[in-house]
């Protein structure tokens, strides 16, 4: 929320005028954002987890965001509705937007927690805060965006808890319909993908994914070191090396424009390359 402006015995009455219409403004913004929380939509419904729940099995969503005022409150409103007992935690990147008061309102749900960095790191800093905070039995990223669909949660769950992988990567390549329309997006996928996997001996098909489960107690035995998108090859490197056990499931995605927000560039194409040659050639903890 931006402040209120200090007035003084100089300042003009139209002056004042515009400070008090900015404020009220920004508070009917970030109510009607906030909202958006509580009225999702009747149609967004989630299946049950394919495979037997432990009775005291718990899920943890880890959510890093910074500045997606426009769909955080979607996006949390979402995942609560997964039909498993669950924690979600939110690490906002210091956004400079409405994003840090509407998490001051969803975090009076009891299953919400937010931690708020006091500088603008990156992704990687953000996930290794919440990585460092998370209790359940499994972990879970998800984006602040909508480009992933929440309802392809409980899919990663069941090979991790029937004990058949210790990580499960979800793939927007190897569903029946095309997810990504870009093939530039497609391609440059791909080719991190080949690298990564000819450094770990790994066979996956999509390793920049945003949706990664992990068991816990495997994903907490390595140090994230990179504070930015790095962190998709550098985890895959590093669990491989452990022989953590890997699977994908198909999932869903609506790519979003640079326009609506897209923060990935031409610089972390670079540096995920030099990431998956460090952590995939190199020995790492």
């Known amino acids: 929320m931006k402040p209120r402006q200090n007035t003084s015995p100089s ?3 139209t002056g004042d005028i515009r400070t008090i219409d900015q404020v009220l ?5 970030t109510e009607q954002l906030v909202n958006e929380f509580f009225c999702e939509s009747e149609d967004y419904a989630f299946d049950a987890v394919d495979c037997e729940v432990p009775v005291d099995f718990k899920l943890t969503i880890v959510i890093p965001v910074y500045n997606e005022e426009q769909t955080i409150a979607r996006v949390v409103g979402r995942v609560l509705e997964i039909p498993v007992s669950k924690e979600v935690i ?19 749900h009891d299953d919400v927690k937010v931690y708020l960095q006091n500088e603008n790191a990156g992704k990687g800093a953000a996930l290794r805060t919440g990585f460092e905070a998370a209790t359940g039995d499994i972990i879970v990223v998800q984006d ?7 309802r392809d949660i409980p899919k990663l769950l069941p090979p991790i808890i029937k004990g058949e992988s210790d990580v499960v990567y979800g793939s927007r390549f190897i569903g029946d319909e095309l997810q990504d329309e870009s093939w530039i997006h497609r391609f440059g996928n791909g080719v991190l993908t080949g690298l990564s996997n000819l450094t770990t001996g790994l066979r996956l098909t999509d390793m920049e994914t ?10 907490q ?3 994230v070191e990179q504070n930015r998108f790095g962190f998709e ?3 895959t490197a590093k669990l491989a090396k452990r022989n953590a056990t890997f699977s994908e499931v198909p999932i869903r995605y609506d790519a979003r424009t640079y326009e609506e927000g897209k923060k990935i560039g031409v610089k972390d194409l670079i540096n995920a390359v030099w ?8 020995s790492h903890k």
């Open 144 to 150: 602040a965006d909508l480009e992933y669909d929440s």
């Open 275 to 282: 990431c998956i040659a460090k952590y995939g050639l190199c």
């Open 233 to 235: 090859p550098e985890i």
């Open 221 to 223: 035995s390595v140090e």
């Open 210 to 219: 945003c949706y990664k489960a992990f068991r816990r107690d495997t994903l």
């Open 11 to 13: 300042s003009s009455p």
């Open 90 to 108: 939110i690490v906002d990147d210091c956004s400079t937007d409405e994003t840090r008061s509407i998490l001051a309102r969803i975090e009076q």
């Open 25 to 29: 403004d920004d508070l009917d913004r």
